[in-house]
Nanobody
Framework: QVQLVESGGGLVQAGGSLRLSCAASGTTFSINTMGWYRQASGKQRELVAHITGGGNINYGASVKGRFTASRDNAKSTLYLQMNSLKPEDTAVYYC??????????WGQGTQVTVSS
């Protein structure tokens, strides 16, 4: 079965860094479109970063220049390097995958909390 497992969240001070990982299984990872989304308490879910199997990347405006998405197809893993973190980055971060048949899968989410 298809499964996405996020890890790497935690508590960090403003200005610090975290790296999130999303490990995929039960899928041909290399051809799938991947994305990171986040949802802060009381707010709408928003795009953080989107990366295609071909390596094309799109970032949400609020994280552009601070976050970097990447993928390691050999490890079937998606990453999000988060630098210069701000309190407003506090949210649950979710991994999303869309396969060639346009099926969409979500991970369980990992909490990121940035203290001021």
């Amino acid at each position: 079965q298809v499964q996405l497992v996020e890890s790497g969240g935690g508590l960090v001070q403003a200005g610090g860094s975290l790296r999130l990982s999303c490990a995929a299984s039960g899928t041909t990872f290399s051809i799938n479109t991947m994305g990171w989304y986040r949802q802060a308490s009381g707010k709408q879910r928003e795009l953080v970063a989107h990366i295609t199997g071909g390596g094309n990347i799109n970032y949400g405006a609020s994280v552009k220049g601070r976050f970097t998405a990447s993928r390691d197809n050999a490890k079937s893993t998606l990453y999000l390097q988060m630098n210069s973190l701000k309190p407003e980055d506090t949210a649950v971060y979710y991994c999303r995958m869309t396969d060639i048949r346009l099926n969409t899968y979500w991970g369980q989410g990992t909490q990121v909390t940035v203290s001021s």
